[in-house]
């Protein structure tokens, strides 16, 4: 299977604790965005990358969020000291750069629950 | 705060009906993706229309923009039961690369 993968698909964390998630785009995919979908809502952005740099962030990413994608390729969000407000679908998507506009494909998501 | 909406907010149509749903949106669009998620999975793409295309066609569907009054429908024909899912849109607004939803409709299509 050649589409974006995310992992892992559940976590279940207690809260105040760490919680890392990782997204692998679709290869050659430079462009990767993260999302984040309550129950009955539609994604919500949180954050978007080109190759390694993050060029912009939602003012939902408190402090507490942050994330990486170091060479390009794979990305990690790490959500610090959760919340129970953190409960949600973590979506990640990835599309291609180019001067016409692409489609973003989406992950199967990894869905958290803060107890 | 998410722009724009689905409307309507849930849909119920006995199989072979055609079902149309529609997304509205308030600031000037580079172009509209539409996307099927079904319970607890993630969005499946199905079609992108941009802001100077009128409408596009893709096996059982067509979607059609609107710029000027600033939305756009989603119809599925001869529907089935696996249509059932919840329907969103999403739209790249201006300058973002990022794409805004609405809260989506929800599609139950009844055997």
């Known amino acids: 299977d050649t589409g974006v993968s995310q992992n892992p698909r559940h976590k279940i964390t207690k809260r105040g604790q760490n919680v890392t998630f990782r997204c692998d785009p679709i290869?050659?995919?430079?462009?990767l965005y993260w999302y984040r979908q309550t129950l009955g809502q539609g994604p919500e952005f949180l954050t978007y990358f080109q190759n390694e740099a993050q060029l912009e962030k939602s003012r939902l990413l408190s402090d507490r969020f942050s994330a990486e994608r170091p060479k390009g390729s794979f990305s990690t969000l790490e959500i610090q000291r959760t919340e129970q407000g953190d409960s949600a679908m973590y979506l990640c998507a990835s599309s291609p750069s180019g001067l016409v506009d692409n489609e973003q494909f989406f992950g199967p998501g990894t869905r958290l629950t803060v107890l | 705060s998410q722009q724009g909406e689905e409307d309507p907010q849930a849909l119920s149509i006995q199989e072979g009906e055609n079902a149309t749903m529609n997304c509205s949106y308030k600031t000037s669009i580079n172009n509209l993706q539409w996307y099927r998620q079904n319970s607890g999975r993630g969005l499946v793409h199905l079609i992108l229309?941009?802001?100077?295309?009128r409408e596009k066609h893709s096996g059982r569907l067509r979607v059609t923009l609107d710029t000027s009054k600033k939305s756009s429908s989603l119809l599925i024909t001869a529907s089935r039961a696996a249509d059932t899912a919840s329907y969103f849109c999403g739209r790249r607004e201006g300058s973002a690369r990022q794409l805004t939803f609405g809260s989506g409709t929800q599609l139950t299509v009844l055997p």
């Open positions: 290869s050659e995919h430079n462009r």
């Open positions: 229309i941009r802001s100077n295309e």
